[in-house]
């Protein structure tokens, strides 16, 4: 536990890189100007600064002169109806690379729209694990986090891998985490339906009916960067047949969709425990973050549903949606 010394000298250090932060982007004052008027070194100048960056007091925004990432916006704008964001990322960078940029990018957006007194809901899964480990600190009040679908299969309950991201969110925004704790499916749909009349479950049910922002991804199990429910052994290769035999292209928080974006009639939705596409739509702001062509079908499905108002994507992938 912080001691109330450690707790003043911290208040100061925030203080001081505010400090900082004000005289090197506002007043344009140079480092070594900085280090003389705080009376300290200029590594130390450079040390709070990074903190001013690190810790939200900071946001850093780059306004490109070039017009090719702001047509391609407008594009998917009139295309799809959806307000996008375009991350420049070079050809020739590694998936990995790719999914980091993007992550950053959404991480930075993200933050302009949570705002007091909201409820978010957050899917798990590789893009919003990315994502969390990127989220710059903003005080918010009465906001909360609810997981937006089960994460337990045969293998693991996945609650730590799920609370991680949730609580990642949770702790940039100072706000509560609602965790989910059912698997990701249903043996039995029956069960499901049991499940779903317990008040444990319809509260958190109930919150999710309420949702003012939500972020994801799309899955797919084509991704170079596997998606998490493809790649953690929720699927067996009977269910993968039979998504197959459905046209399926991805899912949203394991709820599946073809490329026209249906998603009536696929038993395996009737196991899943995300939230249907329906309740989706129904909340204002849905934040959806992709990386990598190779996720463009399950995108375009997703999209063809209507199941995104912000988009943030690669340059690859912007492109080949405007094709």
Known sequence: MMSLMDELDDERDVQRAL???????VQDRTMEAIARELGTSRSTVSRLLARARATGIVDIRIRSPFAA???????LADRFGVTAHVVPVPDDASEVERLERVAVAAAHLFGDL????????????????AMSRRLLPKPVHGTR?????????????????????????????????????????????????AMW????????????????????????????VPSHVYSGGYLEAPELSVLASEGVVGDVATVFFRADGSS????LND????????VLRAVARRLCVVSGVAKI????????????????????VARALAE
Do not use: C
């Open 19 to 25: 400090t900082a932060a004000h005289l090197y982007y």
């Open 69 to 75: 990432p702001q047509l391609l916006e407008e594009r």
């Open 114 to 129: 949570i705002v007091d007194d909201m409820t978010v809901g957050v899917a798990w899964g590789s893009t919003t694990a």
């Open 145 to 193: 986090f609810v997981q937006l679908n089960g994460s337990g299969n045969t293998q693991t309950t996945g609650l730590l891998y799920a609370s991680e991201i949730l609580s990642r969110f949770a702790s940039a925004y100072g706000g509560s985490a609602q965790q989910f704790p059912v698997p990701a499916f249903f043996d039995d749909p029956q069960t499901k339906r």
């Open 197 to 224: 009349r317990e008040r444990s479950t319809q509260r958190i049910l109930a919150m999710q009916s309420a949702m003012d922002l939500v972020v994801f991804s799309t899955g797919s199990a084509g991704s170079t």
């Open 264 to 267: 009536d009639g696929i038993p």
């Open 271 to 278: 196991r899943a425990t995300g939230p249907q596409l329906d």
């Open 297 to 316: 079908t399950s995108l375009r499905g997703a999209l063809a549903a209507g199941l995104a108002t912000d988009l943030v994507v690669d340059e690859a």
